[in-house]
């Protein structure tokens, strides 16, 4: 796959390296797992949530010699993380078993989580309502208003909207409402697809997330369903999923969880594609824009809901000119060009 990144933004991006952006991306994951917390520590959130892990594996030995070696870099960062063999592998997600002999080891990491991101976030709404918040779904922005290097008001087919700071944070979309008052993100949309089936009889279906990097996919446990996800592509703004590629998908995963095999009907299946709002780089692009009263809240690729809760909290912190809680280095719209702005009042 080649990435569609031109001209100097993607030159940056690539003499900052692998590293950089790994560890820009740690830092805010593990961040964001902290606010993850403290939000369910003071408000109840039902999103079929699992603490036990996540679960890496791979059948060849080298890869996952890469591998871990790589994890012994950011071990000082905060991750944790087990190097596990094939029979560790079964005894954290038992149905492996089938797959064993197939299994050159794996990389368990047991403090991630997993859940709906749907439920999630339609909690977070009623819980925002409940604050005052309003929501105007189904509205699409038709212009907006610079004068004197600050947004005066956005204007949507349901009226203007007016207010004294504006967070740009539609996804994949971001960088076409920019462009139209200067502002270049280089956000590009990348087709991820999933299928979700319920799980039906099969009793043994997966607890632990488990990433199969070599066949491209990830099984994910949704309370009584099972969602596997995988496949990236290039097709700008077309949403469709693309057949093919969810059965390439379902076939992988079958060969390691043939149980999964009789869960698929395609009655009860559900096919889905989305955007990933991907940067060259990696991380997401947060914080000032050349606009002083507009921030920016998008790029999170893949990792959008991993990084969600503690990019909000930064945003949130920089709108209200209060002192984020971790550094922002890296994980700015500043780093791509140098004529952006320092955030404000902390740079």
């Not at 999933?194 to 488990?210: E, S, Y």
């Not at 889905?272 to 060259?280: E, Q, S």
């Amino acid at each position: 796959m080649r990435c569609p990144a031109r001209g100097a933004a993607c030159r940056r991006a690539q003499r900052r390296g692998i590293v950089g952006w790994t560890t820009d991306n740690l830092r805010l994951a593990l961040y964001s797992l902290d606010v993850f917390h403290r939000l369910r520590a003071e408000i109840d959130l039902a999103y079929d949530l699992q603490t036990v892990g996540s679960l890496k594996i791979f059948s060849n030995p080298q890869a996952h010699e890469d591998a871990a070696n790589a994890c012994v870099q950011l071990r000082d960062l905060g991750l944790e993380y087990r190097c596990v063999d094939a029979a560790e592998c079964v005894g954290i997600e038992p149905a492996l078993a089938d797959a064993a002999s197939t299994l050159a080891g794996g990389i368990y990491y047991p403090g991630d989580e997993s859940g709906d991101c749907r439920k999630f976030t339609e909690a977070i709404a009623t819980r925002a309502r409940s604050l005052g918040v309003s929501f105007m779904f189904g509205t699409t922005v038709t212009g907006l208003d610079v004068s004197g290097g600050a947004l005066g008001w956005v204007e949507t087919d349901r009226g203007r909207v007016t207010g004294e700071s504006f967070v740009l944070a539609t996804g994949a979309h971001s960088p076409l409402l920019g462009r139209r008052i200067g502002i270049n993100l280089p956000i590009y949309p990348v087709k991820g697809v999933t299928v979700t089936v319920p799980i039906g009889r099969w009793n043994g279906a997966p607890r632990v997330t488990v990433v199969d990097d070599a066949r491209k996919f990830a099984v994910v446990r949704l309370g009584d369903q099972v969602r596997t996800a995988g496949s990236a592509e290039f097709t700008g703004y077309d949403t469709t999923p693309d057949p093919a590629r969810c059965q390439a998908i379902l076939d992988n995963a079958t060969r390691v969880f043939p149980e999964l095999a009789a869960c698929i009907d395609g009655a009860t299946a559900t096919r889905w594609a989305g955007l990933r709002p991907m940067t060259p780089d990696g991380p997401p692009v947060l914080g000032a824009t050349p606009v002083r009263n507009l921030f920016v809240n998008s790029g999170g690729g893949h990792l959008g809901w991993t990084f969600s809760c503690g990019a909000a909290r930064l945003v949130a912190d920089l709108v209200s000119n209060r002192r984020p809680e971790i550094g922002l280095e890296g994980l700015t719209l500043e780093r791509f060009t140098s004529t952006s702005p320092r955030v404000r009042g902390f740079g």
